[in-house]
């Protein structure tokens, strides 16, 4: 890769400063925040006017449901699930999880996210998405533990992490992928135990998403889904949870001594009124919480700038307290905790030694004025579409809009015709 240097930007700092440096980049690393060197050989970015971020992290979707975005809208997430998702997923093949998860990686490039969990079907389809465009992926084979597609998918997960962990140059890494408690009983979640353990693979699992979850596991196992987890031996292999929106002050307890990593999703939990996760006390309980947008036909879009939005003013409504989830807050969810949820080290941050994964906005529109605090006005005023250049690794995957990596004329066409095909009765 190439020698980078962005030269007159306002680089957004670890501390939640912004001071005006030239960032450069060789070997697809931060080397060096400062003046650039006068005898620079290589390609140069003037980012003036341009805010320079960490990449976002968005640390939980399923990238191909972009296939199914504007389908089922205004459902609980049981009867979403069960009437109208489940049945159409049924029909999916390889290559429309392609198509659907390049969709999915052009919107959120679009948007400044650079890194991004996902739990799916038809991984190798997803990998070869993430491995053509250049972005960087947790990837985790959905399972659910139902005979005798339940078996299938342990099998199949062994052989995708054997196979894909570290691939891509290393943009890639594997979890393994149990759906939820209410999909996959005990028996099977002991066998997912029993498979981390093996590979040395850490889990990414829906928890505690709404109340009737809880209620029924209450019934049948006589415990919270956070406890039920810990009785298998789960939360010992390095959890990532999805929304934990229903956790009780015990099951927060517990999360903290396994330190389960949590992906909030506040988009898709307001949509599917599925309720408000108590994040300031994840917070204060020392958990790491990241943020996510979970899939596209929950949100409905993939925007990390919109979730930071939706984070930080939730949480203060519901408290009735403007000062819970601050700016600086909200951010270091959608970047540093995110790179910490999703395991990948040196990422999340702008800073000397880290991976060169940098999104830089455009400031000059009129919602960029005055500029009294930067921080503030990324959470509470900029737009998915001030995404003026993102790079991952270093490598320019959009320069002034375009995306270097994908065709997005005959993307539209792909994804348009295969979506018809699924949704017809
Ligand atoms: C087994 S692959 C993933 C599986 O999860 C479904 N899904 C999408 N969003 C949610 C959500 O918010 N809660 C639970 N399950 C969800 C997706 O449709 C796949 O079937
Ligand atoms: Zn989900």
Request: charged share 20%; aromatic share 6%; glycine share 8%.
């Amino acid at each position: 890769m190439g020698n980078l240097l962005l030269k007159n930007g306002e680089v957004l700092l670890p501390n939640g400063s912004v001071q005006q440096l030239d960032i450069v980049i060789e070997n697809n690393v931060i080397m060096a925040l400062g003046h650039a060197p006068l005898n620079w050989q290589g390609e140069v970015i003037d980012c003036t006017g341009k805010l320079a971020i960490p990449g976002f992290i968005n640390t939980h979707t399923h990238a191909a449901m972009t296939l199914f975005r504007s389908y089922a809208d205004d459902m609980l997430l049981m009867d979403w699930l069960k009437k109208k998702i489940w049945p159409a997923e049924a029909k999916l093949t390889g290559e429309d999880v392609y198509w659907g998860s390049l969709l999915a990686i052009a919107e959120m490039l679009k948007s400044g996210t650079t890194a991004f969990a996902d739990m799916y079907f038809f991984m190798d389809d997803v990998a070869r998405a993430v491995a053509e465009t250049g972005i960087r992926a947790s990837l985790a084979r959905g399972m659910a533990g139902v005979a005798p597609t339940g078996e299938q998918a342990l099998l199949e997960s062994e052989s995708f992490y054997t196979q894909f962990n570290g691939a891509a140059d290393g943009r890639i890494s594997v979890m393994l992928g149990p759906h939820a408690p209410y999909t996959c009983p005990p028996a099977y979640l002991r066998k997912v135990v029993a498979m981390s353990e093996k590979l040395g693979a850490e889990v990414h699992i829906h928890l505690s998403e709404t109340a009737g979850e809880v209620e029924d596991c209450l019934k049948e196992h006589g415990k919270t889904p956070i406890a039920l987890m810990e009785e298998v031996g789960l939360l010992q292999r390095g959890v990532l949870a999805a929304h934990c929106v229903h956790v009780t002050p015990d099951d927060i307890q517990l999360m903290a001594a396994r330190k389960v990593r949590v992906a909030h999703n506040p988009g898709s939990n307001m949509k599917l009124a599925s309720g408000i996760a108590p994040v300031e006390d994840m917070l204060k309980a020392g958990l790491c919480v990241g943020l996510g947008t979970d899939g596209a036909s929950s949100n409905n879009n993939l925007d990390m700038m919109e979730e930071l939005r939706l984070a930080a003013l939730l949480q203060k409504v519901n408290r009735y307290d403007p000062l819970v989830i601050p700016a600086g807050t909200a951010i270091a969810m959608a970047t540093e905790n995110g790179a910490r949820c999703l395991g990948f080290e040196k990422t999340g941050k702008i800073e000397a030694g880290y991976r060169a994964d940098i999104t830089l906005i455009n400031m000059n529109e009129p919602h960029w004025y005055p500029r009294h605090d930067c921080s503030s006005l990324l959470v509470y005023a900029a737009q998915g579409r001030d995404v003026d250049t993102v790079l991952v690794d270093g490598r320019i995957l959009m320069k002034n809009r375009q995306l270097t990596t994908i065709d997005e004329e005959r993307l539209a066409h792909e994804v348009q015709k295969r979506a018809m095909r699924l949704v017809k009765q």
